[in-house]
C-alpha cells in the first residue's frame, strides 16, 4: 500500500485532512502498532529453544579450562619429586599431654629393681655386723637368707605356681632377718624364722604383696614368743655376752656407752643394729633414689625424740641405741605393709614412734621397735580408709 492511498483512507476514517502533516499522522499511528509487534517478534527470536540452551551450556563446559585436572596432576608430580625411601619424621606429643588411666606418674623402676636396691642399701649393715661380730655374725646372715630362698621356691614348686624367688624379696626376708637376730642365736634359730617368715608371714596370705605384716618382724616375733631365752642372749663387740644399751638402762636405770660407741656400732646387741652409721648411709641411699619416702622416718623418729624430751629422757641415746634406726628406715617402710597416702604416712610414722617410746619408758621389754610396727601394720588399712583424698569435685565421706 502506497502512502497517498494510506492518507487517503486515513483521512476517510478520521474524517480530516492530512495534507498538512501526513508524515505525522502516519508516525502516530505507525509507532504503536509496527514498532510493539516488532519487539515482541525480536525478543521471541532472540529467546533460544531448549535444545540449544543446552547444548550452549555444555559447550561453554567443554570450554572452560580443566583447573582439577591442573591441580591433580601438579599434586602428582609434587609426589613423584619427593625420595621413596625416606622415612616420614614421627612427632611424638609430649608425655604431659599423653591420655590414659591412672596411675599417670609413670616410672622405668620395676617391683625386682627395687627390691635389689633395697638389698644393696642393707649391705653396710651387714658388712658392719660382720666386722664387729665376725663369722658368728657371717653364719646368720648365709643361714637366714639361705633358708628363706629355698623355702619360697619349695613352697612354690609344690603350689605350682611361677617361682618368685628371682624379685629379690626373699633375700630382703632372709637379710631382716638376720640383722635382726642375736649373733649368738644357734644355727636352727635363723632357719627356723626364715621358714615362718616365708611360709606364714608371706606365702600364705598370697605371696608377695598380699601379706598384712612385715615378714621378717613376724618371724622374730614367733621367735621371741617361742624361744625367749634364746632371744635374749646378746654378745659384745669384745667377744663377751652382756646387755645391750637398753638392756642396761632399763635394768640399771644408766647405761654407760659413749655416743661415739654408739654411732660406729662398738656394742652389743642385734647383728645389724649396731651400727647407727651403717644404717644411716643404707636408708640415705634409699632417700637419695627416691625408694622410701621421707615422712614415715622422720616422723618416727622425731616422735620418738620428742617424747624423750618431754619426758625427761635423753633423745639421742633413744635414736641411736636399739633397733630403732633399723625400722624406721628398712621395716616401717615396707610398701605392702604401710599406708600409701600421704597424711597416712605420717600417721604411721607418729604411731610407731608413740608405741616405741611407750614399750621402753613403761613396758617391760626394753625394745619396743618390733611390736610398734608389727601393731601399726594391723591399723595400715583403716588408716588408708581414713587418709583417703577426696575426689575434685566429690564430698569426704
Known sequence: MTDDKLKE??????????????????????????DTTVKENVKEAQKPEPENQVMTEYVKEQ?????????????????KEEPADEPKPVIKAPSKFTVS??????????VKNIMWMV?????PAAIAGVYFFKLRALSVIVLSVASAVATEIIINKLAKKPVTV?????????????????????????????IFAIAIA???FGGLGHNIFNPALAGRAFLVASFPALMTRWLLTDGVTGATPLGMLKEAGVATVSYFDLFIGNIGGCIGETSALAIILGGAFLLYKKIIDWRIPTLYIG????????????????????????GAFFMATDYVTTPITKNGKLLFGFGCGFLTMAIRLW??????????ILLMNAFTPLIDRWTRPVQFGGKKR
Open 9 to 34: 483512507a486515513l483521512a476517510r476514517i478520521y474524517r480530516r485532512d492530512v495534507s498538512v502533516e501526513p508524515k505525522k499522522a502516519f508516525e502516530i499511528k505507525k509507532e504503536p502498532v509496527i
Open 166 to 194: 628371682h624379685d629379690g624379696s626373699a633375700v630382703i626376708t632372709g637379710l631382716l632377718m638376720a640383722l635382726i637376730l642375736s649373733p649368738l642365736v644357734p644355727w636352727w634359730i635363723p632357719v627356723l624364722g626364715s
Open 63 to 79: 570450554d572452560k579450562p580443566a583447573a582439577p585436572i591442573i591441580k591433580l596432576q601438579q599434586k602428582k608430580e609434587f609426589k
Open 101 to 110: 588411666s591412672n596411675p599417670h606418674i609413670k616410672d622405668n623402676s620395676s
Open 363 to 372: 613396758g617391760g621389754y626394753p625394745e619396743g621397735v618390733m611390736f610398734s
Open 303 to 326: 616422735t620418738s625424740a620428742l617424747i624423750a624430751v618431754i619426758f625427761g629422757r635423753n633423745p639421742l641415746f633413744h635414736v641411736l641405741s636399739g633397733g630403732l634406726l633399723l
Open 119 to 123: 638389698v644393696v642399701s642393707l649391705l
Open 202 to 204: 608371706k606365702l600364705a
